[in-house]
């Protein structure tokens, strides 16, 4: 493991890309398959790719995403991996929840696709929200996961202590627009990749028209007079209880796995998260920059895919 903290650290003072060599897949040697998991609700829908013998790896994306954001990078990830990339409920091709969406559910979802595909340990690779959700599965279950990769996230978003009960104020009083909430139906195919262009290229302006399409084919249907998006309208609705700082610092501090978060430079959160790591100040947390913005993993998966692969497939070899 030092051998290649060591490589990612050497790689960012010397400004250089070149990353240390295993062997990759390509775009069209890596094939996926469909998995359905069943869960209370419904069924929450993932694609597969791999053997299932091979070391575990859930994938987890980000708010209002799913599934496809890992389209070009996982086929790019080594074969010793079986990797499975799961649309969180009321995301993508997922059953919506009966009730409003609250942060600390997104945990118990990651248990219950474990528990569906009979995973005792596994690792995680996880997207800005998924990044939260996997940061304080790791914590709260640390038997579970046997190492974590972040991409630009970790921890969930944390507010001041004191703002909390004025923001679940907020929260109560938007109740009465649940009802009325109802997804917008888009004329053509073009404005369905349009109004995702426009969403996303606002967190990262390398955010183009086929990033924006890989995200909509799994997250558009065709209905009456168009295309309107699967996402749940309910996920716009603030949560009723949000996470203090405190809490989620004590969270990452507790994570007892290896784990690595990789910083894209030009991120929003950059600074932010460079802060977040600093307070928590875990051993166990390593960092790698990479030039790009948030949704770099799909632009140019090259840049991130072989540090995944060192970091999962070594330390399962050498933990």
């Given amino acids: 493991m030092h051998r290649i903290f060591h490589y990612i650290i050497r790689m960012q003072q010397n400004g250089s890309t070149l990353l240390p060599s295993r062997a990759v897949g390509t775009l069209t040697?890596?094939?996926?398959?469909?998995?359905?998991?069943p869960v209370p609700w419904g069924t929450i829908a993932a694609k597969a790719w791999g053997n299932p013998s091979n070391l575990p790896v859930l994938a987890l994306h980000?708010?209002?995403?799913?599934?496809?954001?890992?389209d070009n990078l996982i086929p790019l990830l080594s074969k010793e991996m079986y990797i499975v990339a799961m649309d969180w409920p009321g995301h993508g091709l997922s059953s919506k929840r009966p009730y409003l969406y609250n942060t600390f559910e997104y945990v118990s979802d990651i248990r219950y696709a474990a528990d569906a595909l009979k995973w005792k340990s596994f690792s995680l690779l996880a997207h800005s929200m998924g990044a939260g959700a996997a940061s304080w599965f790791a914590a709260a279950l640390p038997e579970k996961v046997k190492g974590l990769v972040l991409l630009d996230g970790i921890g969930f978003h944390s507010v001041e202590?004191?703002?909390?009960?004025?923001?679940?104020?907020?929260?109560?009083?938007?109740l009465s627009q649940d009802a009325?909430?109802?997804?917008?139906?888009?004329?053509?195919w073009e404005a369905v990749v349009d109004r995702v262009l426009k969403g996303h290229a606002s967190l990262?302006?390398?955010?183009?028209?086929?990033?924006?399409?890989?995200?909509?084919?799994?997250?558009?249907?065709?209905?009456?007079?168009?295309?309107?998006?699967?996402?749940?309208?309910?996920?716009?609705?603030?949560?009723?209880?949000?996470?203090?700082?405190?809490?989620n610092i004590t969270f990452l501090q507790q994570i007892c796995c290896q784990t690595l978060v990789i910083l894209p430079t030009h991120g929003k959160w950059y600074e932010l998260m460079k802060k977040t790591i600093s307070i928590v100040n875990n051993t166990k947390i390593h960092t790698a920059e990479v030039p790009g913005g948030h949704f770099v993993?799909?632009?140019?998966?090259?840049?991130?895919?072989?540090?995944?692969?060192?970091?999962?497939?070594?330390?399962?070899?050498?933990m």
């Fill in 204 to 247: 990262d302006d390398n955010f183009d028209v086929s990033c924006a399409a890989l995200l909509a084919a799994r997250g558009a249907k065709a209905v009456e007079g168009g295309y309107e998006f699967t996402r749940d309208p309910k996920l716009k609705m603030p949560s009723l209880l949000r996470i203090p700082h405190e809490l």
């Fill in 297 to 318: 993993h799909m632009y140019n998966p090259e840049t991130v895919c072989r540090l995944i692969n060192d970091f999962l497939l070594t330390k399962n070899t050498e």
């Fill in 62 to 70: 980000g708010w209002q995403d799913n599934a496809g954001g890992f």
């Fill in 29 to 37: 040697d890596f094939k996926s398959v469909s998995v359905t998991i």
């Fill in 161 to 174: 202590i004191a703002d909390i009960p004025r923001q679940m104020g907020r929260a109560l009083l938007a």
């Fill in 180 to 188: 009325e909430i109802q997804s917008k139906v888009h004329p053509t």
